[in-house]
């Protein structure tokens, strides 16, 4: 239980980074801002939402059963399409099992369709392996109601 929720932990943090148009950037320019909320529910119950709705910032909640946790992250472009998010606040709501350190940093890249977008690479500086294992994978843009 707690290697999934590190993984979901990681999920949050680097999933949902979506980019605003499906452009590739080139080799030496940095990708286009993140935009919109995406989600992914795996099958062993974890829904991880990334929220792109805030210049520069990443908002991922992770959440099991009733248990939350909700990473807000300054999220910084890369060169070649990679993202980093270095975390500045966390909450664990009803005693999520995992908490990640203040120091919590992950990088991602993305391939972003018209309604989806597939986070590859992630690497994190805590609980990588099973973090890589939740995170990665397609995302749903999360339709308004």
Known sequence: MARLLSALVAVLLVGGWAVAEDKKPADDKKADAPTGVWVK???????????????????????????????????????????????????????????????????????????????SAFEANENQEEARTAVEGEYKKKEDK
């Open 41 to 119: 529910k795996t099958d062993e119950g974890l829904t991880l939402q990334l929220d792109f709705t805030k210049k520069d910032v990443l908002v991922t909640t992770v959440t099991v059963e009733d248990k939350k946790l909700v990473i807000t992250s300054k999220l910084t472009a890369g060169k070649d399409g990679k993202w980093t998010a270095k975390a500045t606040k966390v909450e664990n709501k009803n005693d999520f099992p995992v908490t990640p350190k203040d120091d919590y940093e992950f990088s991602f890249k993305l391939k972003v369709e018209k309604d989806a977008v597939t986070v």
